[in-house]
Nanobody
Framework: VQLAESGGGLVQPGGSLRLSCAAS????????MNWYRQAPGKERELVAD????????NYADSVKGRFTISRDNAKNTVYLQMNSLKPEDTAVYSC?????????WGQGTQVTVSS
């Protein structure tokens, strides 16, 4: 199983970024996918998750109305569209899949929101 995030960077408050997580090594369309984030000195936080077919999504209260999780099962990719970014969104963002009893993580992508 491999997960590879991309799309992070430096953005000003109020800006937008779109993160991608490309998956391989498992049947992507059968599994729920998650986005997590971890800010310096803080616990890792579940940001959003999406069901295998994309019909059901869940969000942390802190990002509701600003972030949108989506997936393209034909491309084995899950996305996180982040709008109206705030400095407190600064963190390393990682995707996760729970597969055959194990949690698999990508390497993460840094998002920094600063003026």
């Amino acid at each position: 199983v491999q997960l590879a995030e991309s799309g992070g960077g430096l953005v000003q408050p109020g800006g937008s970024l779109r993160l991608s997580c490309a998956a391989s090594g498992f049947t992507f369309s059968r599994y729920l996918m998650n986005w997590y984030r971890q800010a310096p000195g803080k616990e890792r936080e579940l940001v959003a998750d999406i069901s295998n077919g994309g019909e059901t999504t869940n969000y942390a209260d802190s990002v509701k109305g600003r972030f949108t999780i989506s997936r393209d099962n034909a491309k084995n990719t899950v996305y996180l569209q982040m709008n109206s970014l705030k400095p407190e969104d600064t963190a390393v963002y990682s995707c996760l899949v729970h597969y055959l009893g194990y949690n698999y993580w990508g390497q993460g992508t840094q998002v920094t929101v600063s003026s």
